[in-house]
């Protein structure tokens, strides 16, 4: 039925509804039979009998309208042939699937029970894995084939679809039927309807749990060559990270965007069109603001000037996996990498200003302007800020075993001594070079490489080598960048600071370029520094303040 002006649907104002989502945009084909819907006045898209049929359609529909008398479903909804309308629409996605009071998503390419089957083995596996019952290697042989079959499923292929998977986390499996599917365990409680949420938490726990299997035997063998049962593990993990649906409980966009080079678009403009409501927001054509239509150039543009306007903390926040062009690494794209740290940083988190500005003319002509310090420089504070946390982890480790659990308040050693931790986890993260492996040239703190123990020895025996590791590495990796670019050459850019679970401070490490005479007497700035990688460090407190000498940095990023 058509919306009329004030959101009024016939008789009804502002009605709860029901919201499908499912692929048929590369499946279109230009004659054929079309769905039948009652109060449009527009021709509904012919969609390949290959990939469904009217009548499947039809009987989904009547199945996801039990609870509500309406159901929202864009290929009826959306008047296809009227660009202005369509476009409203598509920059109103967001509010229009998390508006919907129940959501579902349909299944379609396998047999109702083999889609059971394949959906039951991984939340099996997944229950068993995160309560210690299977080792890894089993866990992973035993899901590997059920699992790839399920993401040859055109649902888990379409970027539309990714960016639905984040609006509405609650939806319900649907099968080619059209009902409901059910998988049957510990981890049900009462609902037995598989939810896209229970596979999301299942992907995630598998993830989690076989990158501390890999990153464990990479530390024990301090290099990162993986034996062959280990391989496995990488291969599966890199198989669920490429779907993009184990990071759809994670609050941070970016992770979406990078997994969106693995899905498919229809149309070139939908690279962004079909992502940018993941973020809020409403670019090119979709916002009413332009008079001709977008070019994919134009619309990625748009999205780098509005997510660095909006934080450099979050529009930097990542590793390029790929040598950029000349003048964009400063750029997110597709080909990148969110760091483990970065995870949680949210859209719309409280982050600290660091006056850094950037002003951005072409995604090759991007200039800025903030507060900096050394490689060195930084080193220095962190290599302080680490012995100080050390001394005081001993003394206070010291204090507590002379105390009983009863006497501290029945608090945890570990918990009472994560601050102190906290503050000495340093990171940084090297982007793709043709200079060096930006695998080993990276240190990212583990997640949690140790479980939380009660007993301040395992502290010792476990926190405290993890941080004279990290101050190895992490020199190791300055001596070689120095090295390799000279120690004036590098610096790091301030960005700011992610308050919302952890305070933590984020910088750019960029390298000063040099430039053949020429090109600089054209340029009004004649620094031209290139991006090459991120770090980041701990605050305990939200007035602590970097103990370093900043100065002033601008100029054009390379």
């Known amino acids: 039925m058509e919306r009329r002006p004030g959101n009024i649907y016939g008789e009804d104002k502002e009605p709860s509804y029901s919201i499908l989502s499912y692929t048929w945009g590369r499946f279109q084909v230009s004659e054929g039979p079309r769905v039948e819907i009652k109060g449009i006045d527009w021709t509904i898209p012919t969609i390949s009998e290959d990939h469904f049929r009217t009548e499947d359609l039809t009987r989904v529909l009547n199945q996801a309208r039990t609870f509500d008398k309406y159901i929202w479903i864009d290929i009826a909804c959306i008047d296809q042939k009227r660009y202005g309308t369509k476009m409203a629409e598509i920059g109103r996605q967001a509010s229009i699937f998390m508006g919907a009071r129940r959501a579902y998503i349909w299944l379609n390419k396998h047999e109702p029970q083999r889609i059971r089957g394949y959906l039951q083995t991984l939340m099996c596996c997944a229950h068993q894995l995160a309560n210690g019952e299977v080792d890894a290697f089993k866990a992973t042989e035993d899901m590997m084939n059920d699992v790839s079959a399920l993401l040859q499923d055109p649902w888990f292929s ?33 609902d037995t309807y598989t939810r896209l949420f229970d596979i999301s938490g299942a992907f995630s726990y598998v993830r989690n749990i076989l990158t501390k299997e890999i990153e464990a035997e990479k530390l024990s063998h301090d290099n990162q060559t993986l034996a062959q049962p280990f391989e496995k593990l990488q291969e599966f993990c890199r198989v669920i990270e490429k779907s993009g649906i184990g990071y759809t409980l994670c609050p941070n966009p970016n992770i979406l965007y990078a ?139 010291i204090r507590l075993n002379e105390e009983s659990l009863e006497e501290s308040g029945g608090v945890p050693y570990s918990q009472r001594l994560n601050g102190f931790l906290k503050v000495a986890k340093h990171g940084m993260v090297l982007d793709h070079s043709i200079h060096y492996d930006s695998r080993t040239m990276s240190y990212e703190w583990p997640p949690d490489t140790v479980e939380s123990f009660d007993r301040a020895d395992r502290i010792i025996e476990w926190r405290i080598p993890e941080l004279a590791r990290a101050a190895e590495k992490q020199q190791g990796i300055v001596d070689t960048l120095i090295a390799r670019f000279g120690e004036d050459a590098i610096n790091v850019l301030y960005l700011g600071r992610a308050e919302h679970i952890e305070l933590m401070n984020v910088a ?44 002033l940095l601008e100029g054009k990023f390379g």
């Not at 960016?163 to 649907?174: F, P």
């Not at 080619?176 to 009462?190: A, M, Y």
């Not at 509005?306 to 003048?327: D, E, R, Y």
């Open 158 to 190: 379409s970027l539309w679809t990714l960016q639905e998977s984040l609006l509405q986390k609650q939806a319900v499996v649907l099968d080619q039927r059209g009902e409901p599917v059910t998988t049957l365990g510990p981890w049900n409680g009462s």
């Open 508 to 551: 750019l490490i960029i390298v000063r370029e040099e430039m053949p005479r020429r090109i600089l007497a054209m340029q009004k700035s004649r620094t031209s520094w290139r991006r090459i990688g991120i770090c980041f460090w701990h605050s305990a407190r939200r007035n602590d303040l970097f103990d370093g000498d900043f100065h």
């Open 259 to 397: 997994a969106a080079a693995f899905r498919t678009t229809t149309n070139s403009v939908d690279r962004i069109y079909a992502i940018m409501q993941v973020y809020g927001y409403a670019l090119g054509d979709s916002a009413k603001l332009r008079w001709r239509r977008s070019t994919l150039d134009d619309l990625e543009l748009q999205f780098l000037k509005t997510l660095n306007s909006h934080s450099m903390v979050l529009g930097q926040a990542f590793q390029h996996m790929s040598i950029c062009k000349p003048g964009e690494s400063w750029c997110i794209n597709n080909d990148i990498r969110i760091p483990e740290r970065f995870h949680m940083i949210i859209l719309h988190d409280q982050f600290m200003s660091s006056n850094c500005k950037i002003s951005i003319r072409k995604k090759n002509a991007a200039f800025f302007q903030g507060q900096g310090c050394s490689m060195r420089e930084l080193l220095r504070v962190w290599d302080l800020e680490r012995q100080k946390a050390m001394t005081t982890l001993g003394e206070t480790i």
